[in-house]
């Protein structure tokens, strides 16, 4: 009985609520354990679905968290054979995939995000943007939040073109 409950606890501490995935707690307790073995490499990826303020606003937050639930499971379903995905925040997710280079990795979420911008119709456009940071093998000089800013910068800038996108669509 007592394993089952700390199981239970464990999983409520580190899954998110909403989608199901791991958290941010889960992240950090992830990363911190990684910190200190020997890297194989890999890239760590940061996305943030686009208009969820103006789907919230406009459409309601039921839609917004439906929204939210389907690019959680969208990035998840695509990567969990060969990555861990976090929800790190309200519509922002972390991606982490050890030994995999960023060109390909880059290739795949281009792949999903074409996916994901046809699948149902919606009365919005939906869709993600994403920033990836390849991390070298053994490498001693990067820190996590370094890697994280890096990728987040990089996630910011595909947002920006993704608004220029969608501008007529939001009008």
């Given amino acids: 009985v007592e394993h089952t ?15 199901k995935i791991n958290n941010r707690s889960a992240f ?16 760590i990826m940061i996305a943030d679905l686009n208009n969820l303020k103006r789907i919230n606003d406009t459409y309601g937050h039921r839609l917004g968290d439906e929204a939210i639930i389907n690019t959680a499971n969208l990035i ?6 060969i990555g861990n995905c976090y929800r790190i925040g309200g519509d922002e ?57 890096q990728a987040d910068y990089a996630m910011y800038q595909q947002k920006e073109l993704h608004k220029q996108a969608y501008a007529p669509f939001l009008t």
């Fill in 76 to 81: 998840n379903d695509n990567f969990n054979d």
């Fill in 93 to 149: 997710f972390c991606l982490v995939l050890e030994g995999l280079p960023g060109t390909i990795a880059r290739e795949r979420l281009i792949d999903i995000q074409n996916a994901f911008d046809h699948t149902d119709e919606k009365p919005y456009p939906k869709g993600f943007s994403f920033g990836i940071i390849e991390i070298p093998a053994n490498h001693d000089k990067l820190t996590v939040n370094d890697v994280i800013h």
């Fill in 5 to 19: 409950r700390n199981r239970i606890y464990k999983e409520l501490a580190f899954t998110d609520g909403m989608t």
């Fill in 28 to 43: 950090e307790v992830y990363m911190e354990k990684e910190r200190n073995k020997p890297s194989s490499g890999g890239c």
